[in-house]
């Protein structure tokens, strides 16, 4: 999720959670929502690591150690300490640290059901959690959070909040349900194509609950689809506007459009070399963030070679890809070095 879902979330959790009424504690309830925001979006700090490496980040550090159930309690306890400093409440530092932990716990989650995953047990093990019924940014989702948290603002007394949140809970298990759905068509084509040796993911798009992308993955081959379980855009048209891409994008399910992806590109010949570069050190870290690796591009020219990368799970059809990355070289004599298409 993005950093103002989270501070949305965490303003939200606590407020329902802990009301100002229903406690003897002298923090307000906005002074608590305010906590809940700072502590949600705290976790999204390692956003830092990015200024050093940003390959290295993504892969090792985005979503580690600051996004653990094993280093919560220090999180909480250094954010806690922190702003019940700043708030003139140092006798409460427990309760502030409790919101604080409470704030952080809801981030974590909401990270957990994005495809991108969790570091939950770091720094113990880099094993990702993962659940993958919504996407990184979630219009739906945030809107929830943060009609329940100007309810909140607005109205001390307000059960909005309270609500708010079981219907967040019901939004995502809505969402598990519609993944559950979109692995019933992979598992269709899969019949009828010939199962063989391949795996199937569904993966959450942008824009609607209802959006999804399928991948079948056989090996050194993928086959894709983008469906709209609502049955489509059946108004799509032809445009070539942004929206009217969308929309041309995501069909019924009676309507696919499957393609073809190959992790080294069609030609057998040039795959091996290609799969050679693949394995280039210099690419170590990519290699250990790509989920479903292929071949971008390649262009050879007077100037240099290069051969890009990128992650079929960032792969739009109205959009670039945000990660590709490969090798150059300036000509067959020099070393091949590790280069992000831009």
């Given amino acids: 999720m993005d950093t103002i879902t989270h501070s949305l979330l965490g303003a939200l959790v606590v407020r329902a959670v802990f009301p100002a009424r229903q406690s003897t504690h002298t923090l307000t309830d906005r002074q608590r929502m305010l906590i809940g925001a ?110 329940g948290v100007v309810a909140g603002a607005r109205k001390a007394a307000s059960v909005i909040p309270s609500i708010s949140l079981v219907v967040l809970v019901a939004y995502v298990v809505f969402q598990a349900l519609l993944r559950q759905q979109a692995l019933v068509i992979a598992k269709a084509h899969l019949l009828q194509e010939g199962a063989g040796d391949a795996q199937v993911h569904a993966l959450p798009q942008p824009f609607s609950p209802f959006n999804w992308k399928i991948i079948v993955d056989r090996g050194e081959r993928y086959e894709v689809t983008y469906v709209n379980l609502a049955g489509g855009y059946h108004k799509a048209g032809k445009g070539e506007g942004f929206w009217a891409k969308v929309k041309q994008t995501y069909r019924s399910p009676d309507d696919l459009l499957w393609t073809t992806w190959h992790r080294f590109g069609k030609d057998k010949i040039a795959a091996d070399r290609i799969r050679q570069l693949w394995e280039n050190s210099q690419l170590d870290y990519f290699r250990r963030f790509a989920e479903f690796p292929v071949l971008y591009r390649v262009r050879m020219n007077a100037i240099e070679d290069c051969v890009w990368f990128t992650d079929l799970r960032y792969v739009l059809p109205y959009m670039t890809p945000p990660f590709r990355y490969g090798l150059c070289r300036k000509d067959e004599g020099s070393t091949w070095q590790l280069n992000r298409l831009r």
């Fill in 38 to 147: 700072v502590a949600g979006a705290f976790p999204d700090i390692d956003y830092v690591a990015s200024w050093i490496d940003p390959m290295v980040y993504l892969t090792l550090w985005h979503r580690s150690i600051t996004h653990s159930f094993v280093m919560l309690p220090l999180w909480a306890l250094l954010v806690g300490v922190t702003l019940a400093w700043l708030f003139h409440k140092r006798s409460e530092w427990r309760f502030v640290t409790l919101l604080a932990a409470v704030s952080m716990v809801s981030h974590i989650f909401s990270d957990l059901i994005t495809v991108f995953g969790t570091q939950i047990l770091a720094p113990l093990s880099g094993w990702r959690a993962s659940i993958g019924t919504t996407f990184i940014l979630d219009p739906w989702f945030t809107l929830i959070a943060l009609i």
